[in-house]
Structures are given as structure tokens and as C-alpha cells.
């Protein structure tokens, strides 16, 4: 599954593809997502100017001049740039064309990704609003874990990976950042000093600057 580090290469990787250019048309070969495609998905995005790609958590958000595109790779998605003409293979759900010839390709062979088109504030959308904070801003720092971990019984490890204390901290990166930090995984989080979370905050932070 695409974690946070893998979404933001992919977020660095179509940034200079896409900003600033209209797209020109969609073209939808599967509508079966994790949540199905509005048939008034690709009117909705025709002649939109993107602007920016930001992210949050693991959700790109294709910022445009008409609304925002949220995508979610879900498990198995991918997306990538390829030329006007190229032909599409099994699993290419979504083509979202570019007036720069270039072409956003959406591949999910397990259909667990999704796509919303959202015109009011994105972080508003009820998959974004109850985020928690984002693991390499400042506002994920040793005093904010301290404060979140008091009288919590639960393992820090499935603490960190909870959605709603700190986003993108999946599996392998919670294993590496603990390890790192010097801390059991199982080790209950409401336990935690505050030495040792200043060490995790640190750690996940490095950990994930690595993987990126």
C-alpha cells in the first residue's frame, strides 16, 4: 500500500507536469472505485487550470481555479505521466488530458482508490476534516505526543499509526521510528516520558525524511 512517503515522491513527481495547464478533457474506463465515479465527474473538471498539487496525509489534492481533485491511491493505485496516444493497459481507470500533450494516468488494479471533485474548502470533506496533525510539520512536535499519549492504554506503536493522532505513519515506518527511538513497540503509550517522546517525534521525523 502507498504510504505517505510514496505519495509525496509521487505528489513531487506530476507537480511540474500539471501546474499550470488546463485540462482539456477526462476519460473514465471504470467508474467502480472505492466510491463510484458521478457520471458528472469529467464536466465537472473539463477546462479546470491546475494551480498547485498539495497533499494531505495520503490524499493529493489537485488544486484548480474550478475545485479541488482529491485522489487516494488506496492499495494497489499508481499515477503517472505519459504522453497523449499512449495506450492504455488493464487497470487504467482514469485519464485525466492535459493541454501540454501529457496525460494523468490513474492504474488501480484492486480498485481500493478514489477520486472526489470538491468545490467548497477540501479540508472540510469528511475524509480530511478529523486528520490528525501532519508528522514533518511543526505541529507534530515531543510537547503535542506528550500531551496526546497521557491515560492512553493502547500500544504507542498502534497509537502512532491511528489516523487521527498523527497521518502517515503506516506500519513499516511506526516499526522504524521505534526502533530507532529506542522504544518497545507494545509499550503503552500513556507510559511514554517525555524524553522519550521528543525521541519518537525526532525519530519519525527522520525516518520518514529518509523514505522520501
Not at 485540462?23 to 471504470?30: A, D, E, G, H
Not at 494551480?51 to 489537485?62: E, G, I, T
Not at 504507542?156 to 498523527?166: C, H, L, Q
Request: some cysteine; overall charge positive; proline content about 6%.
Amino acid at each position: 500500500m502507498p504510504e505517505l512517503p510514496e505519495v509525496e515522491t509521487t505528489r513531487r513527481g506530476v507537480l511540474p507536469h500539471v501546474v499550470g495547464h488546463r485540462i482539456c478533457k477526462v476519460k473514465v474506463r471504470q467508474r467502480k472505485l472505492r466510491w463510484p465515479l458521478p457520471h458528472k465527474f469529467e464536466q465537472a473538471l473539463r477546462n479546470a487550470r491546475v494551480h498547485n498539487v498539495d497533499r494531505r496525509a495520503k490524499y493529493l489534492l489537485f488544486e484548480t481555479d474550478l475545485g479541488t481533485l482529491l485522489l487516494h491511491l488506496g492499495m494497489s493505485g499508481s499515477l503517472r505521466v505519459v504522453d497523449t496516444g499512449t495506450v492504455a493497459t488493464p487497470h487504467d481507470h482514469v485519464d485525466i488530458v492535459l493541454d501540454n500533450g501529457k496525460v494523468l494516468r490513474f492504474n488501480d488494479p484492486r480498485r481500493f482508490g478514489s477520486m472526489h471533485w470538491v468545490t467548497t474548502n477540501p479540508l472540510d470533506h469528511p475524509l480530511l476534516k478529523s486528520l490528525g496533525p501532519e508528522p514533518l510539520e511543526n505541529e507534530f512536535s515531543a510537547d503535542f505526543l506528550f500531551a496526546m499519549t497521557r491515560k492512553k492504554r493502547v500500544a504507542i506503536k498502534i497509537f502512532i499509526m491511528n489516523s487521527r493522532n498523527v497521518v502517515g505513519v503506516g506500519n513499516i515506518y511506526a516499526s522504524e521510528a521505534l526502533f530507532l527511538a529506542g522504544i518497545r513497540p507494545g509499550k503503552q503509550a500513556g507510559r511514554l516520558t517525555r524524553v522519550q517522546c521528543a525521541r519518537l517525534c525526532a525519530a519519525v521525523k527522520k525516518i520518514l525524511r529518509a523514505a522520501i
